[in-house]
């Protein structure tokens, strides 16, 4: 024994958010959920007074200046039909991913949007125009469908089970290929990214301590 030199091999270094209580990590997720829902609406009621002139910064396929709309798609809606099937499993998804803290949740997020406004750019059809939340959407559900298996974290797997439970079929029906006016790629790949960014952002428990 050489003094008190301790360390944990495996741990996550700490962040920000560490000190939060549960009650505060739900305050926060449910306020940056319902800013970026609000930040949504917004957005859509600027572009029905603009006549439409945001609907430009959806993803038309393979036009290569098209590449610096792919993050700006994803807060785009073709009408407020549209953005109001996605505003309550974008707040409630969200808001269950958000809840691991809001740092990870950003991250997962960003690489989500940004690996499926990508492959919508690569694989959608040519003359098409891609916008709206439904891809980190699927990719959220993805994400929280496996982490708590990933991590090998009991409630984490409880939560996928329920989330299947409530959206699975909604999941399924929206990767159908036969669906007119859908993007099922944007869905396929949202989904895949987010399940994608379970592994790429999973946190690993916290091995015993050396001490020497």
């Known amino acids: 024994m050489h003094g008190e030199d301790e360390r944990a091999l495996g741990a996550d270094?700490?962040?920000?958010?560490?000190?939060?209580?549960?009650?505060?990590?739900?305050?926060?997720?449910?306020?940056?959920?319902?800013?970026?829902?609000?930040?949504?609406?917004?957005?859509?009621?600027?572009?029905?007074?603009?006549?439409?002139?945001?609907?430009?910064?959806?993803?038309?396929?393979?036009?290569?200046?098209?590449?610096?709309?792919?993050?700006?798609?994803?807060?785009?809606h073709f009408g407020f039909a549209h953005l109001a099937a996605n505003t309550v499993p974008l707040l409630v998804l969200g808001f269950l991913a958000a809840l691991a803290g809001l740092r990870r949740f950003l991250l997962v997020c960003a690489l989500i949007v940004v690996v499926d406004g990508l492959g919508v750019w690569l694989v959608s059809p040519a003359h098409t125009n891609t916008a709206g939340a439904s891809g980190l959407i699927f990719g959220l559900f993805g994400f929280l469908l496996v982490t708590g298996f990933v991590e090998h974290r009991p409630l984490g797997v409880v939560a996928g089970v329920l989330v299947a439970a409530v959206w699975g079929g909604s999941i399924l029906a929206g990767l159908a290929p036969t669906q007119s006016g859908v993007s099922w790629q944007g869905h396929l790949l949202g989904l895949v990214a987010g399940v994608a960014a379970a592994f790429v952002f999973r946190r690993h428990a916290t091995a015993p301590a050396l001490t020497r």
């Open 13 to 76: 270094m700490p962040g920000p958010e560490a000190g939060w209580s549960r009650g505060d990590r739900a305050l926060a997720a449910g306020k940056l959920m319902l800013v970026w829902v609000a930040l949504l609406w917004l957005l859509e009621l600027v572009d029905v007074l603009t006549g439409h002139a945001l609907d430009g910064f959806g993803v038309t396929p393979r036009v290569p200046s098209e590449l610096v709309d792919v993050v700006p798609s994803a807060f785009i």
